[in-house]
């Protein structure tokens, strides 16, 4: 059974429109998802704002309740038994907020420590290795409240480690880093993964996704819309292209391309230097010996692949719908 | 258990260093009695020493530890709320009430100092001798008066950490309560259909034994009735805030109410 089972999950949220309390709106947050994590994935969360992200990972961290479905993290119902749950998961929100501002960073190690009943002989270390982790060793005795987005943020990720856990649940820990910031904690995401925790994480970064995520879930207006590895994902698409400019082109070329499988279209464009197929395909790299089979007798200029990547997936899968 | 008064100890060492580092707290702790005593002391100028210990010296006392008890706990919530502070404590292993009793602790041992600030205040400034017919009958009195106290503003922080108006409750409580119990005026005063509540709030009972101490009691048996008062709605702030502590856990998650809006 995995770390983090999700089945049928429900969340709605009431809401009042206007000034008038009656005018009850029920928003579907998260509508009957369903999806299981195992130890030492780093599984991803994608989808625009306002999909269901964020409530997901926060029944998921005890913060809220189900409106119906099951939810568990590691064998522990997340509703319920929270009591054993807490223990052993952490979550990180990539914001600035949940630090104690007016406290300095060790202070807030270190209350944080004593929330989560970490024993006061290992507390100091504990805390000295996060920080040196996160880099922020020289700062530790300094006001959080003078720390720059990116240092607040790290300090959040230590935060999230004080209790060693299992299972660590990021809510777009990248949002609002510069690109260096961004890349230290990928690698620390990495890191944290190799030492076999599980980690679900949120983004709406797209190469973020496709760098750390071992899979990707994406979701929309609280649905799950498709779940697989990024390769997996990317080999459905048909919107990989092989570009081919050519002197001369024979004539049953174009069909006899056609006829590969794989392969969904090919246009050609021809114009006072040649020619240019445009072959949209799937998969182009396993394809690529089969086109380059069938164009031996042309004369070929150059051959251009072009890869679906992940964004391809996800616009095709949220298509022109506007989020939330 | 020892992880628990740990957390509780932790808590309120936090809350006090939070606090101390923010100048509208400062105020309220220093400036607040002072600015107090000065304004009940020109009430009550030229009156005898026993009213002005009564109502300065009582009236400042009691509504300075009053406002950093229960409505810097109250405040508390609604910080915390926005600083994002009140999910991550939430979801640790701890259970919440430990953490805001270390708080409300935290609270009381500022207002306790804010109460030595005033009476050293009203001492100095306007040479009142702050003189006690019953010293060790005060005494009792206030202890059980600050242990109603801490019960209150637990009352009170499980009622912000689950409702989002927390700045309106906090603002149509503070008044309200100088007036209904009594701090500068007798409430006698009170239109009588207005009394019931009065008794509903502990630092009714705090101010009249008090006063009694200091002035001397004629009737012993209405000291115990008041000392009993207080005990009743003592025990009812502690069964209401364990009970409200109780549902906090699963309301707050049903209805999403720990963030900010
Ligand atoms: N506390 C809340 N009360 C009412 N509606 C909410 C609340 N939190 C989230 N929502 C709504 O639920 C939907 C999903 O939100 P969220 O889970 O935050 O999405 P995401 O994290 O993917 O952006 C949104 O339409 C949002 O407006
Ligand atoms: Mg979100």
Redo the contacts with the bound molecule.
């Keep these: 059974m995995g770390v983090i089972v999700v089945k049928n999950l429900r969340r709605e949220?009431e809401?009042s429109l206007g000034v008038v309390k009656r005018d009850k709106k029920i928003?579907h947050?998260v509508n009957d998802i369903s999806f299981e994590v195992e130890k030492g994935e780093i599984f991803g969360l994608l989808?625009p704002?306002?999909?269901?992200?964020?409530?997901t990972i926060k029944i998921l961290t005890t913060l809220l309740a189900p409106t119906s479905g099951e939810a568990t993290v590691l064998g522990h119902k997340c509703f319920g038994e929270e009591k054993e749950l807490r223990k052993k998961i952490n979550f990180i929100f990539g914001s600035e907020r949940s630090l104690y501002w007016r406290l300095s960073a060790y202070d807030n190690l270190s209350y944080f420590c004593d929330l989560y009943h970490v024993p006061e002989k290992m507390k100091k270390d504990r805390i000295e290795k996060l920080l040196e982790m996160v880099g922020l060793e020289d700062r530790a005795h300094y006001r959080v409240e003078t720390f720059s987005k990116g240092m607040k943020q790290r300090l959040q990720i230590a935060r999230g480690l004080v209790n060693d856990p299992e299972v660590l649940f990021l809510d777009e820990p990248t949002i609002g880093l510069d690109p260096m910031g961004a890349k230290t904690l990928r690698k620390i995401i990495k890191q944290l993964a190799e030492q076999g925790r599980t980690i679900l994480l949120?983004t709406h970064y797209m190469l973020e996704a496709d760098e750390l995520c071992d899979r990707i879930a994406i979701i929309n207006k609280g649905k799950l819309f498709a779940l697989n590895t990024s390769e997996k994902l990317k080999d459905n698409m048909d919107s990989s292209m092989i570009e081919v400019d050519l002197h001369t082109l024979r004539e049953d070329t174009v069909s006899r391309l056609k006829g590969i499988e794989n392969i969904t279209d090919v246009k050609v464009v021809t114009d006072d230097l040649g020619h240019r197929l445009k072959i949209e395909c799937r998969n182009p790299r396993q394809i690529m010996s089969l086109v380059n089979e069938q164009l031996y007798d042309n004369k070929v200029k150059s051959i251009n692949m072009r890869e679906a990547t992940l964004e391809d997936v996800y616009l095709k899968i949220i298509g022109g719908e506007q989020s939330? | 258990m020892l992880s628990d008064v740990k957390v509780v100890l932790a808590s309120c060492r936090l809350q006090m260093k939070q606090s101390f580092s923010r100048s509208m707290f400062k105020f309220c702790i220093l400036a607040y009695p002072i600015l107090a005593a000065i304004t009940f002391y020109l009430i009550y100028a030229g009156q005898n020493d026993q009213t002005l210990i009564s109502y300065v010296f009582l009236g400042t006392a009691i509504t300075s530890m009053w406002s950093s008890i229960s409505f810097s706990s109250a405040g508390d919530i609604d910080r915390e709320r926005f600083m994002g502070a009140l999910e991550v404590i939430f979801c640790s292993p701890t259970r919440f009430r430990m953490i805001m009793f270390g708080k409300v602790i935290g609270n009381t041992l500022l207002g306790i100092a804010s109460m030595f600030i005033s009476f050293l205040m009203v001492t100095l400034l306007f040479q009142v001798p702050f003189t006690l017919t019953h010293p060790l009958l005060f005494i009792v009195s206030m202890f059980v008066g600050i242990i109603s106290f801490i019960f209150i503003a637990m009352l009170l922080s499980g009622l912000l950490a689950i409702s989002r108006n927390t700045r309106v409750l906090m603002n149509c409580i503070d008044y309200p309560v100088f007036i209904l119990c009594g701090t500068v005026f007798p409430i006698e005063v009170l239109p009588e259909w207005v009394r019931p509540l009065s008794y509903l709030l502990s630092p009714t009972y705090v101010l009249e034994l008090a006063r009694m101490s200091i002035n001397g009691i004629t009737d012993i048996r209405l000291f115990y009735y008041h000392m009993l008062g207080l005990g009743i709605v003592t025990i009812l702030y502690l069964l209401a805030y364990l009970k409200f502590y109780e549902i906090i856990d699963v309301k707050a998650r049903k209805e999403?109410t720990l963030e900010v809006i």
């Design positions: 949220y809401t928003v947050a989808g704002n306002g999909a269901g992200k964020t409530s949120t939330a | 999403a």
